[in-house]
């Protein structure tokens, strides 16, 4: 058993990774900024915790984590200004990454997007932009710690039924199912092999897609 505390934990993600993990008996608390969405949460068998982290400081987050043994960020401000984007897909989620460091919860699986590299592409004068931006900066600064970190680089997310397998390095325009990053978070989590990596994946086609579990073990 382990304890997973989930930043994000009413996204669509979260809600599918939720029953998975308390399924195989972890504990699952996930962190959400609306009390309205407590009912929703733990639903899934987690435990809704009811905090504000774009206002948290990084002793505040670490208050959260403090006790767990896993950290998944899969929070962020979903479009809208670009300073949410910053203020939550880079800062907080960096607040978050020395928080986990000063609780001494090592294992951090960040949620980005295949794209995300330093020559993403977006254009600076692309709404997309602040998004691409922040990821970045939050997966690099993920790299430069000591954390037993992983970047999941998931493709186009759909609503597509799960289908259990992915294509790793999957060219863009990737596409992949929610559910079946919910279960590559999962297998993540589980899978020392991991550590250390930066994964990007779609569902793929028949010919190139594999078991999500056989995947991460290479």
């Not at 997973?4 to 195989?24: T, Y």
């Amino acid at each position: 058993m382990s304890r997973v505390i989930v930043f994000g934990g009413h996204g669509r993600i979260a809600l599918l990774l939720a029953p998975i993990l308390v399924a195989r008996g972890d504990e699952v608390t996930s962190v959400i900024r609306n009390p309205d969405h407590v009912a929703d949460v733990e639903q899934t068998g987690a435990t809704a915790l009811v905090a504000d982290i774009e206002s948290l400081d990084t002793a505040g987050i670490a208050d959260l984590i403090r006790g767990h043994d896993a950290v998944v960020w899969s929070a962020g401000a979903g479009g809208g200004s670009p300073e949410r984007t910053y203020a939550v897909d880079r800062d907080a989620a960096i607040r978050s990454m020395d928080a986990a460091a000063a609780a001494d919860v090592k294992r951090y699986v960040m949620v980005s997007w295949l794209g995300s590299k330093a020559d993403h592409g977006v254009p600076e004068d692309d709404s997309f932009f602040p998004y691409a931006d922040a990821k970045w900066a939050a997966d690099e600064h993920l790299r430069s710690t000591d954390l037993e970190g992983t970047i999941l680089g998931p493709g186009t997310l759909t609503f597509d039924e799960p289908t259990g397998l992915i294509e790793l390095d999957a060219p863009a325009p990737a596409r992949v199912a929610r559910a079946d990053v919910a279960a590559v978070i999962a297998a993540t989590l589980v899978e020392p092999l991991t550590i250390g990596r930066t994964i990007r994946f779609g569902n793929g086609t028949q010919e190139t897609a594999e078991p999500i579990a056989a995947a991460l073990a290479r």
